[in-house]
């Protein structure tokens, strides 16, 4: 079986984004459908390009048991369009950003992670608000809903 590609995207792919990741790897794992998915996340700058997980990201997801340990951020490109099934930005000059990248959107494939969730707005940024509980419910709601989409039968 093909595996279904999510690719969580944020800035700097140091806090929101990586955090996206390994709360979906996470849900997708106590699931028991680690085999069916294969989850990413990247940067649409260049600005922490190799650099780890921010330490209170990396703090939150440890919290709750999660591991982020070898997680380098990447930038986006334009093969990550055709290779990802879904691209998930957390706000939406991530998704302005990601469809300059890839060229646009012309299969739907890029969506805003709490779009998904049915709230309509942006992932609270922690960069900024130094609040990383904030976002690890929008991450944790937003990853429920994808996992509730993709796999409504677990």
Request: net charge neutral; proline share 5%.
């Amino acid at each position: 079986m093909e595996k279904f590609k999510i690719l969580f995207v944020c800035h700097g792919n140091i806090c929101r984004s990586p955090m996206a990741e390994f709360v979906m790897k996470e849900l997708v794992a106590k699931a028991g459908l680690s085999d069916r998915f294969l989850v990413e996340s990247a940067a649409t700058s260049t600005e922490e390009i190799g650099n780890p997980v921010y330490p209170p990201a990396r703090r939150k997801l440890a919290e709750h048991g999660i591991s982020c340990e070898g997680k380098r951020a990447r930038q986006m490109d334009s093969s990550d369009y055709s290779r990802f099934d879904l691209l998930v930005g957390m706000d939406e000059a991530n998704i302005r950003n990601m469809k300059r990248i890839s060229g646009g959107d012309p299969d739907g494939r890029i969506v805003r992670l709490l779009d998904l969730a049915g709230f309509g707005r942006d992932v609270s940024d922690p960069w900024y608000t130094g609040d990383f509980e904030a976002t690890w419910q929008d991450v944790s709601a937003g990853c429920r809903a994808i996992l509730a989409k993709l796999a409504p039968e677990k």
